[in-house]
């Protein structure tokens, strides 16, 4: 797990054009890091894709009991949840190795 948080942590750091301040744990399991990041990643886009899924496939009347919102807001909520399943490690740049 701790391996998780430090792979996440770097490709924030990355992303957000920061220092490299956490070179000394990538260096020392690069392999074993991109293995659970693609698992993290995995993850969180089954997560997304889920909800996104039930927000577009569910009729609006059920969803509406649930979510106080106007039905499209609800729609593009959906969609952008499973777009943002389907292309979350290319907008963040995480690489597995």
Do not use: C, W
Request: hydrophobic content about 55%; charged content about 20%; overall charge positive.
């Amino acid at each position: 797990m701790r391996n998780v948080i430090s792979s996440i942590m770097v490709a924030l750091d990355r992303f957000f054009g920061g220092e490299n301040r956490y070179r000394r744990n990538l260096d020392e399991g690069l392999a074993e890091q991109a293995n659970d990041l693609l698992f993290a990643q995995g993850l969180l886009a089954l997560i997304l894709l889920f909800a996104g899924g039930v927000k577009l496939v569910l009729p609006l009347g059920v969803l509406m009991e649930h979510i106080p919102v106007p039905d499209m807001l609800v729609r593009f909520i959906g969609v952008t949840e499973i777009l943002g399943a389907m292309f979350l490690a290319r907008l963040l740049r995480i690489r597995p190795a």
